[in-house]
T-cell receptor, first 116, second 114 residues
Framework: DTEVTQTPKHLVMGMTNKKSLKCEQH?????MYWYKQKAKKPPELMFV???????INESVPSRFSPECPNSSLLNLHLHALQPEDSALYLC???????????????FGEGSRLTVL | KNQVEQSPQSLIILEGKNCTLQ??????????LRWYKQDTGRGPVSLTI?????NTKSNGRYTATLDADTKQSSLHITASQLSDSASYIC?????????????FGAGTRLAVHP
């Protein structure tokens, strides 16, 4: 199983809503990531979890709240988002190598978020 | 500043033809260089990954080459198919590694026409 599964595939929400994006992998990877991608741009790193602990937060606004309940699951909780937050949100996972370097990244299909 | 630049920005070819995409980088030293294929609105899928000591890596009709001296990589697609229409992204990991050190190129958008 080399899949990273993301749900939902599409999400439309208002600026006052609270919603969550979910990500799951069963490859035994202990590093999981959230990326944000705007149209025709490369992915931008948001968060990294290593061994279920938050390792990297790329100065992401607090209206995005990540959570890693266990080694297979990664959530991104959304609250009070802005229209400019509309984007494709990608989850990825990898092995953790020495000195924190990553193995190959496996991406999910993405969740297309639209904020009205 | 570590950068990864890809060319061309976009490319249109006819089905069955070959094409080559370019990636120039200033990252040095680097750990590995990867090529991903990304269909519109989907997640990137890994095509090849090469360490600094490798010169070429193939995956079916996709062949990546790496010249660490000139800091250039190319992705050659043979006998293109309509399903090859996608963005192709070059990603470099600096030798210092670290989760947030992946440097993405802006991608080349390839359109294969019948």
């Amino acid at each position: 199983d080399t899949e990273v599964t993301q749900t939902p595939k599409h999400l439309v929400m208002g600026m006052t809503n609270k919603k969550s994006l979910k990500c799951e992998q069963h490859m035994g990877h202990r590093a999981m990531y959230w990326y944000k991608q705007k149209a025709k741009k490369p992915p931008e790193l948001m968060f990294v979890y290593s061994y279920e602990k938050l390792s990297i937060n790329e100065s992401v606004p607090s209206r995005f709240s990540p959570e890693c309940p266990n080694s297979s699951l990664l959530n991104l909780h959304l609250h009070a988002l802005q229209p400019e937050d509309s984007a494709l949100y990608l989850c990825a996972s990898s092995q953790v190598r020495d000195r924190g370097s990553t193995g190959e990244l496996f991406f999910g299909e993405g969740s297309r978020l639209t904020v009205l | 500043k570590n950068q990864v630049e890809q060319s061309p920005q976009s490319l249109i070819i006819l089905e069955g033809k070959n094409c080559t995409l370019q990636c120039n980088y200033t990252v040095s030293p680097f750990s590995n260089l990867r090529w991903y294929k990304q269909d519109t609105g989907r997640g990137p899928v890994s095509l090849t990954i090469m360490t600094f000591s490798e010169n070429t890596k193939s995956n079916g009709r996709y062949t990546a080459t790496l010249d660490a001296d000139t800091k250039q990589s190319s992705l050659h697609i043979t006998a293109s198919q309509l399903s090859d229409s996608a963005s192709y992204i070059c990603v470099v990991t600096p030798f210092s590694g670290g989760y947030n050190k992946l440097i993405f190129g802006a991608g080349t958008r390839l359109a294969v026409h019948p």
